[in-house]
Each structure stands twice: as C-alpha cells, then as structure tokens.
C-alpha cells in the first residue's frame, strides 16, 4: 500500500481553467487528478445536446483535458476520475479512446465506463411503481412537471468508481456522480477503505469537498486578506496528500500563485454547507464539527479527526424540468440623482408592462450600484455616481417575455436623463430549464461498470 | 462597544435552492466566542429583514472558529428561476459582515476586540 496517496483537483466545473489540468499534472507528483464537471444545470444543457445529437451529452471539454495529460497518464500512471460523462458516459469514453489512440494511447488506456445514474428513461415506471419523486424545498409531486422533465439523474457515491479501479481503469468516466465520491473513489481503492469504516468515508469525502471547487480552497474567491494573496493569475489548483489513517494534506504544487492557509481551506469548508452535522452522501453522512485543521509548513494544512456515520438509505436525485422564459434588460443612469432616476425608469416600465396587459408570474428590479446584492443594508446611496436598472421577467408565455424585450430601448428617448449603457441591444429571451431536487430509494437504482479498452 | 463583524470575522457564502448559506469565521480563534454569543440566530433574522423570506438558522462549528446560517427564502427561488443578480447568494457573506454588535467594554478589552469606526 502507498503511504500518501495524492489526488489533485483540475477542474472545479464546466467551464473552468482549460490548462489547469495539465498544470496538475506538470508541476509535481500526484497519482489522481480529479475533474468536477457537474453543476445542477449542466446535466440538462448536456441532456439537450444530446436530444440532437445522440453522440453528445457529455463534457466536451473532458476530452482535450486527457490530450493534455496522456503523456503523464501513459508515462507516469497517473489515473483520471471525471464526472464528465454527464448523460452520455459511453459516448463521452468513445470520444476519448478516439482522441487518445491518435496520439499513442492505443491499446495502453483502459477506460472505466459507469452507468446506471440516468432514471429519465424509467421515469413513468419508478412513479407508477410508487415512487413519486416529490420536490425535496415545496413537497409537490414530480407528476405536476412530468411533461416538462428533460433529464433525471440519481447522485451516485464512490463504489462503481472503485469498482472501476480494481478492474484496472486509468480513466474513469461517471455520469451524475457526487462531486466527492471523484476524490473518494481513489482513495477507497488505494487504502481498501471498506464500505462501513465510516471515519475514514467521511475524511474521503472532507477531502473531496475542499478540493472539488478547484482553486476555491487555495486562493481564489477567498475575502480573509485577499490583497496579500500572491499571483492569482498563474493560481495553483489544490491537491490532497491522503493517508490510510483518513488524515490528510490539503497543499498546491511549488511555483503556483494563490495560498492554501487554514482560513483558506474553513472557507471551502463552509461553502454551500448546511446542518454541519450531517453533510449527507450516498456513502456515508460526514459530521463536519468534528473536522480538525493545523498549519503544516508553507502553503500546507493539516486536516484530520473527521468522523463519520452511516448513509441514509436514499439517493438523491436531480431532476431538470423546462420552467418557462426569462429576460433581464439593463439600463446605466449616472450622476446627479441617479438612483432617483433610475427608480423614475423602473416605475415607468412597469406601468408600459400594464398598459400593454403583459402578464409575467414575476417581475424583479433591481439598482446596481445601490442595493442590488446589499439591499437597505447598503446605507443611503442617493449620491452614488452612477446606478444600473436591471429589471427582469419571468413566465410562461414565451411571446410576453420577448415583447418585454422591446420596452428597454425606447426609454432612453423617452424617460429620465443622463442614460447609457444600452449598446448590447436588445435583451435576450432564456428558456429557463428549473432544478427539482428529489429523493428516491437507494434499492432501486443499480451502476453498472464496464471497462473499455 | 460597538464593533463591526467585518473586523472580527471572514466569511463565504453560497446556495442549495432558495437558501443561502453563510459561514462566519472568526479572524482570531479567541474572538469566536464573540461570534457565538452575540450574533444569535434572531440577530441574523433581524439583520436580513427585509431581504429574506424565511427563517433563519444556526449551527455552531467550533472546532473551525465559525458559525453557519442558512437563509431561508433569500435568493428569489434561487437557481435559474431567480431574477437576482446574486441568485447564487454569494455575496450574503459581506452582507452579513455589515453587522455591528454591542459587546460590554470589559469583555471588548480583554479579547482585543477592535471597535467600529
């Protein structure tokens, strides 16, 4: 068994630091390199992509991450944990295995395929068969948006990843896996952690919730000193240096900017965190006060003592629905008076949006520069120098919502003065694609692991 | 004294659905009994009037020096039905950083607590 196993994160979401995989892999030792590709809506962008083309549904992206790293991967045997199958695995492998046999991968990757995730197709069955799905915030049954539904994927844990290492995968390709099982998966597979050694699931998932965000925990987006925190621009992705113990070293590679310092790494700790007493996975429930953090030398924190409990004996599942239209149009007033005639423009355009009878199920304004984000906590900003409108819409009726988009342009000629900021045209229509988490039973949905070579 | 959260504390927030979270973590580990005593769940609440739809809860981590709130109700139905700009709550830290709190001045002088400009 190896003493420290390295796991290193190289993509925090789709849409991250192209380089920064290749960046993991160049500037140190590490045996994993994990990539998070799944936010709540990518799954139902991908499930669209997919609908018109049945070869697409994954994370492009994932493909020339592997193109950057195959000589590492080849030369060095380091392995890649992605969830960037999305609602297509085996295609998003098939595309891989192409993009690697031409740059001397033939035959030497052995691709680890995990299925098992995506219930769309079994919808209708699992809600006849009783499972109604109902929204985890509002209690409604999934039936009410059944029509509308475009992709259901059940949260899957560590073990088909692990299932896939012990089969000899050096790239393992997930769909809807947990963002921590990425960094669990490989850790259970070196350490042999076994499925009730609840203490050490529970570090497996601590380390992959500190890391999974990317430069989150080592720098980036971090308020405690931001000023002193070094070169950002050239930041170093964080990596985790385990141990069979379930303790283990949160640090980046030498030469990186940003900082990995305990108030860096509390702050990752406690991002979108809710009873911290149960941080609930598929494969075990994480109490995070019990999480101990120490300085360890330069650029290096300590975490250990994490304990952990039993899962519960459901999966969560996200379900992506169509939710109707929305549209954000922008206005920019500048001094004097310019929150004053930034409101003078808000009333206006709601009383045009009336005298047209364009009826929206919502309707939010908002004053950048004055209480957009801070509300009244933000003190009298009567003498800011300048203030946007932003006024968005939201319905079901796809046509008001574009009329709405018409109303923008005509005020700068027509309302308060001193008015800008209006050259990016009109404002686009979205079709707005809504989040329904639910739970389902755990008996009910079964992975499936197949290694391609 | 009065002092100002944003002297004491670092925070992030973020969201799950309609709720934002945010953690407040004390800048010196001494100064978190501050933190516990004085920014209570009906503190918050009062604070984010107003700005919020629901309740607010508390949950207390000492062992990272910090304290977790999840605002209910704060992001406009959060996710992509939002219409906020900060329909991820992401900025709900410094927000709550805002907050100036009444410590007696004994206590302030033997924790070393700076006060509010």
């Known amino acids: 068994m190896k003493e420290v196993v390295r796991v290193a994160a190289g993509q925090g979401f789709w849409g991250d630091d192209l380089d920064a995989p290749r960046r993991q892999v160049e500037g140190g030792p590490i045996d994993y390199l994990m990539l998070d590709y799944l936010a709540e809506v990518t799954m139902s962008i991908l499930q669209k992509q997919k609908e018109r083309d049945p070869s697409l549904g994954y994370a492009r992206d994932f493909v020339g991450a592997v193109e950057s790293v195959l000589p590492a ?131 497996g998932i601590v380390a992959g919730h500190i890391i999974e965000c990317g430069a989150q925990c080592s720098g980036g987006n971090c308020l405690y000193d931001w000023r002193s ?87 969560k599942v996200s379900v992506a629905y169509r939710a109707g239209f ?41 004053f950048v520069g004055a209480s957009a984000t801070h509300g009244t906590l933000a003190g009298d900003q009567r003498n800011a120098p300048e203030v946007q409108l932003r006024f968005g819409v939201r319905g079901q009726d796809r046509a008001a919502v574009e009329r709405f988009t018409r109303e923008i342009a005509p005020l700068v000629l027509n309302g308060p003065p001193s008015v800008t900021g209006f050259a990016g045209g009109r404002p686009k229509v979205e079709e707005i694609v809504a989040y329904w988490p639910a739970l389902i039973d755990k008996a009910v949905v079964k992975t499936r692991v197949d290694i391609i070579q | 004294m009065r002092v100002r959260l944003l002297d004491i504390a670092h925070a992030r927030s973020g969201d799950k659905g309609d709720t934002a979270n945010v953690g407040v973590i004390a800048l010196q580990p001494r100064w978190y009994e501050v933190l516990d005593q004085f920014v209570t769940r009906k503190r918050v609440a009062d604070h984010f009037r107003g700005m919020i739809e629901g309740d607010v809860e508390r949950y207390e981590l000492p062992n990272l020096n910090a304290l977790n709130f999840l605002l209910h109700g704060a992001l406009d139905g959060g996710g992509t039905l939002s219409l906020k700009t900060d329909a991820q709550g992401k900025v709900f830290s410094t927000a709550l950083l805002r907050m100036v709190i009444d410590v007696p001045d004994a206590e302030a002088k033997r924790l070393g607590l700076p006060a509010a400009g």
């Open chain 1, 229 to 315: 925190i070094p070169d950002l621009a050239n930041v170093g992705y964080p990596l985790v240096e385990a141990r069979a113990d379930g303790s283990f070293v949160v640090t980046k590679h030498p030469k990186t900017g940003g900082r990995v310092s305990v108030q860096t790494v509390t702050e990752q700790l406690v991002y979108e965190m809710g009873d911290p007493h149960a941080y609930i996975t598929p494969d075990v429930i994480a109490d995070f006060t019990t999480i101990r953090l120490a300085p360890d030398g330069e650029n290096r924190v300590r975490v250990s003592g994490i304990k952990g409990k039993p899962p519960t004996d459901k999966l």
């Open chain 1, 73 to 203: 991967v080849l030369d060095r045997g380091v392995k890649v944990i992605a969830n960037a199958g999305g609602v297509n695995p085996p295609a998003c492998a098939a595309a891989v295995k192409a993009a690697a046999d031409g740059r001397g991968g033939k035959g030497k990757l052995r691709i680890g395929v995990v299925t098992g995730d995506d219930l769309l197709s079994r919808l209708d069955t699992l809600m006849a068969q009783g499972h109604p799905l109902s929204n985890m915030e509002t209690g409604e049954p999934l039936s009410g948006v059944r029509d509308r539904v475009l992709s259901a994927n059940a949260y899957i844990g560590s073990e088909p990843i692990v299932e896939a290492l012990e089969g000899g995968a050096n790239i393992v390709i997930t769909g809807r896996s947990t963002d921590t099982a990425l960094t669990m998966g490989p850790l259970r597979h070196e350490f042999g952690w076994g499925a009730k050694g609840w203490d050490h699931l529970a570090a």
């Open chain 1, 326 to 366: 929305k549209a954000v149009g922008t206005l920019v007033y500048a001094w004097p008076d310019a929150l004053e005639k930034a409101q003078l423009a808000d009333r206006i355009l709601h009383e045009r949006l009336d005298r047209l009878g364009l009826k929206f199920e919502h309707i939010l304004s908002e």
